[in-house]
């Protein structure tokens, strides 16, 4: 990521006032660079109604051929609740392409109704719209729903609905997607965007090259990652010595993150940006491409991507899809290795004492069964 400061290229928001900045639908010219040419046409808009304007439109026209060269969107935020914008993102798209570029942030941080900056980002290095995403993440509202919260930053973005983790916590339980105490199954990840009409391909042994060909075709992509690693680099990878030492292993892969961006600002070392929704500060999270490829081993590199296309399974034979898409197969002799490895990890919780993660094993356990007995009917 590379920083710049971009406090000079906001107009006074106070002072604008009187300027009709606030205006809609007029608009108000502005010179940002002082040559004496008005070259920045800014444009208000209140979005929810309460009489004071939360977004702003400015376009400016670089090289003076009389269209805009350049967009930047501005949307207010109201951090302290007095009903006045004091905190701004700045949305800053270089070339007028569909992809914003930089991300640059301000607030009013001495009560002087000034916008002072941050930070800014910088995306012109980037595969993906990390911009765009990001602004749909939040934190997760249950220790084990990541899952669930990262297909709802797709759902959101992708259909325009804002869907609620919640109800979609309650539809995965309905379907047998998510085991509360449990998580949600790899193989489930991807269900609730199914049956909301997205499709998704459920594939393990994805490469790096893989995820930067998904992102560089605008689709969305959740992958499934051992969060120490994430979270703890410097740590000692406890649950990576427990999968070796008892011959268990993917006991690692414990959380379900949506990956948005690759920056490769600097080639030698490319930055994964992440919406995590179990971190605080998941939010457009950068982490180094080699501890996140490390973190990504444990699940067997397994990743979820969108397709593009729309999903024509019906929510009913979702498990049973997704489980064929997993495995490309899905025959007797598949589904009781399945019971098998998760009977023994069943066992292995019980005996340790963890009761929820032991029951929703045994749970699975069960499942795989009826299924292979299911398969072995029909050859």
């Known amino acids: 990521m590379t920083f710049r400061d971009f406090s000079d290229d906001l107009p006074d928001l106070d002072s604008s006032l009187d300027e ?23 444009q208000g808009f209140d979005t929810n109604g309460d009489g004071i304007a939360d977004h702003w439109s400015l376009q400016t026209d670089l090289d003076g051929d009389g269209i805009a060269d350049e ?16 905190t701004w993102e700045m949305s800053i798209n270089l070339d007028n392409e ?24 910088d995306f012109s290095n980037t595969i993906g719209d ?27 973005e992708l259909t325009g609905q804002d869907f609620s983790e919640d109800e979609l916590r309650q539809e995965a339980i309905d379907n047998g997607w998510y085991l509360p105490g449990g998580g949600t199954p790899l193989d489930s990840m991807g269900n609730l965007l199914e049956a909301h009409g997205i499709d998704v391909a459920k594939q ?28 703890y680099p410097d740590r000692i990878d406890t649950d990576d010595l427990i999968a070796n030492a008892l011959g268990m292993p993917g006991q690692g892969t414990n959380h379900a993150i949506q990956v948005i961006g690759i920056d490769n600002s600097n080639p030698d070392h490319p930055m994964v940006i992440l919406n995590d929704p179990g971190s ?3 939010q457009g999270m950068a982490v ?8 990504w081993e444990d699940s067997g590199n397994y990743m979820v991507s969108t397709t593009g296309h729309t999903a024509v399974a019906t929510v009913d034979a979702h498990t049973a899809v997704g489980e064929q898409m997993v495995g490309n197969y899905a025959d007797a002799s598949y589904y009781k290795g399945k019971a098998d ?3 023994e990890m069943a066992k292995w919780y019980a005996e340790h004492g963890d009761f929820f993660e032991a029951s929703w094993r045994q749970k699975a356990a069960d499942e795989y069964r009826q299924k292979a007995e299911e398969a072995a009917k029909h050859p």
């Open 204 to 231: 393990y042994n994805c490469t790096f090259k893989d995820l930067n060909d998904k992102l560089a075709q605008g689709e969305k992509v959740i992958v499934a990652v051992d969060a120490e690693e994430i979270w």
């Open 71 to 86: 967009t930047n969107i501005i949307e207010g935020l109201d951090s302290d609740g007095d009903g006045i914008p004091d």
């Open 130 to 156: 990390p911009a765009a995403d990001m602004e749909h993440w939040h934190q997760q509202t249950y220790q084990d729903t990541c899952a669930i919260a990262s297909q709802e930053f797709i759902l959101d």
């Open 341 to 343: 490895s998760q009977q």
């Open 98 to 121: 569909e992809m914003v570029n930089q991300s640059a942030y301000f607030q009013d941080t001495d009560g002087d109704s000034y916008p002072h900056f941050l930070e800014t980002s």
């Open 288 to 295: 180094p491409a080699e501890q996140f490829i490390n973190a």
């Open 20 to 42: 009709g900045f606030y205006s809609e639908p007029e608009s108000t010219l502005f010179d940002l660079d002082n040559d004496g040419t008005f070259e920045t046409t800014a």
């Open 280 to 282: 605080p500060n998941g």
